[in-house]
């Protein structure tokens, strides 16, 4: 079981002179629950939009399933569901609306929709909202049913870009209740970004902390700890990014981390 | 099945437009305004100076001028799902990005032809007649060609510019001017010079001459001519859509 369905080589990617990923490499297994750690700009979002052929390395090798996600798209397409760290409900339209016009993009036979959409919609306990507009949905019925669209066609990986971000705590736990289930009893594999420690820590069972474009580490909890010699995730972490500094000064980064270590403190 | 895909994507529009029936009320508003305003302010002006009934000769002007505004402004959606983040979904799906443009351009088109269809009908209110009733399906046909034309104009248009504020100066900037100097409005024969230059390399003109044709049997260039004009605009047009389309990233 220890088949590798998620690849990158050496990726780099460039914008301009900014470089925002920088070289990265790593596999991930089937049915593993990978977490991408690391603090705003790091290079999160810009490796799942690459993995997920919404952008092109600008060198490196990544595969999916089997297939090179810049030169096989399609295939690749196929293979994966992607919640973005950005709302893309198309709020005029309802829930199961949103959730048809996904099945038929994703070629799921017209009679296999109904049941398949009632399926998704009662996992994220929206069923009994199934005919209201997006732009009716609170933040958190809007990501559920970004989620449940992400896994309408059963993909073999489940990205996740920042999934609980505006989140409560309590659909925070009910959404990682859903997937963790997924992963278990479909043998999804799930790749998801964050800046909370405490979500990398109780979900992943691996977690690459990248900086600057790098990972910097990776492994599991204790293994982190290990290298760094450390006692917590949030003391490898710190060791790790030394982002001590960047939290004293004022710009968004430090704030923004201010608030994840506040959150993973709230445990 | 790949029909099936341009088939959901085209509903798509069509429910997002019957959503809003503020959209209906705010393209529709225009045109009855140019009827009311010109139609009855210049009407007796224009007959005055030996020109014939205004009416006939304004409402194909105002119904191009309808489907120029509503197929350009259909382009908004495409501004709208790159800003409001539905374009990704779009844009990840297994889907090659020109079927995604045929099927939302096709629900724009067929918006702007209701549109058209419609203010024909309103003209009648206004007094305007055809010319000759077997000449309004053809009609209708140059109706269908210009709104899948003006359409993936707008696409082009939405597709290249990243704010509703650049699309807003597109539309000032060549819109509105597309429309004012085509000969919609007014006749072509005794303008000045760099008028007629303007009005003669405008496409919008040779739209609205073979409406005014066909529907009020005056014309300024000729049927074959505007036909020609009208072909090469469709194939830039959606030229033009398809690579400002392909290009975009989110
Ligand atoms: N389209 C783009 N053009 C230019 N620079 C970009 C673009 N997208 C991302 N970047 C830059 O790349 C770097 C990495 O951005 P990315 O969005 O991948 O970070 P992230 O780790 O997802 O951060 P966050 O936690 O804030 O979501 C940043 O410096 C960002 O400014
Ligand atoms: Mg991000």
Redesign the pocket.
């Known amino acids: 079981m220890s088949e590798i369905i998620l690849s990158a080589k050496d990726v780099v990617?460039k914008?301009?002179n900014?470089t925002?990923?920088d070289g990265i490499s790593f596999d991930v297994k089937k049915g593993e629950i990978f977490a991408f750690l690391?603090?705003?700009?790091?290079?999160?979002?810009?490796?799942?939009?690459m993995l997920t052929t919404m952008l092109r390395p600008t060198s490196g090798l990544l595969k999916l399933a089997g297939h090179d996600v810049t030169t096989e798209r399609d295939s690749a397409r196929k293979s994966f569901g992607i919640v973005f760290?950005d709302p893309s409900l198309d709020e005029e339209l309802s829930a199961v609306e949103n959730m048809e016009l996904h099945a038929t993009l994703y070629r799921i036979p017209k009679k296999e929709q109904p049941q398949r959409i009632e399926e998704m919609l009662k996992l994220v306990e929206l069923w009994d909202r199934k005919g209201s507009l997006i732009k009716t949905f609170s933040g958190g019925m809007r990501r559920r049913l970004e989620i449940a669209r992400g896994l309408l066609h059963e993909p073999k990986v489940l990205f996740l870009?920042?999934p609980t971000l505006g989140l409560d705590t309590q659909t925070r736990n009910t959404m990682w209740r859903y997937v963790k289930k997924l992963s278990q009893e479909k043998g999804m594999t799930i790749f998801f970004?964050t800046?909370y420690l405490d979500e990398a820590e109780d979900v992943a069972e691996t977690i690459a902390i990248?900086d600057h474009?790098k990972i910097v580490a990776r492994g599991t909890t204790e293994e982190l700890c290990k290298q760094t010699e450390t006692k917590s995730l949030e003391e490898a972490y710190l060791k790790l990014t030394g982002k001590e500094i960047r939290e004293e000064s004022t710009n968004n980064d430090g704030l923004?981390f201010k608030m994840s270590l506040r959150n993973s403190r709230l445990r | 099945m790949d029909l099936n895909i341009i088939y959901v994507l085209w509903l798509r529009q069509i429910r997002r437009y019957y959503r809003s029936g503020s959209r209906l009320l705010g393209t529709l508003g225009q045109p009855i305004l140019l009827l009311l305003a010109l139609g009855y302010g210049i009407g007796a002006i224009y007959r005055r100076a030996g020109e014939g009934n205004y009416i006939q000769f304004l409402v194909p002007g105002v119904i191009t001028q309808t489907v120029l505004l509503s197929g350009i402004f259909w382009g908004i959606i495409i501004l709208q799902d790159k800003r409001f983040g539905f374009l990704s979904e779009l844009l990840v799906a297994p889907v090659s990005r020109l079927k995604i443009l045929i099927g939302s351009a096709l629900g724009g088109a067929t918006i702007s032809i209701l549109q058209g269809i419609l203010v024909f009908a309103i003209a009648f209110v206004f007094g305007f007649r055809p010319y000759h009733w077997i000449n309004v399906p053809l009609a209708f046909a140059i109706l269908v060609f210009m709104c899948l034309a003006l359409t993936s104009f707008g696409a082009g248009i939405a597709s290249s510019v990243d704010d509703f504020q650049g699309f807003q100066g597109i539309n000032n900037l060549i819109v509105l001017p597309m429309f004012f100097l085509s000969g919609a409005l007014y006749p072509l024969n005794n303008v000045p010079t760099f008028l007629k230059i303007i009005t003669t390399i405008n496409p919008v003109s040779y739209m609205v001459d073979s409406l005014r044709f066909l529907l009020a049997n005056q014309t300024h260039f000729g049927l074959g001519k505007d036909l020609i004009v009208m072909s090469i605009t469709f194939v830039v047009a959606i030229a033009f859509a398809v690579d400002r389309f392909n290009k975009v990233?989110m």
Request: no cysteine; glycine share 18%.
């Open positions: 990617k914008f301009g900014i925002a990923v690391g603090p705003n700009g790091a290079g999160k979002s810009t490796t799942i939009k760290q870009d920042e970004t800046h990248i474009g923004n | 990233q």
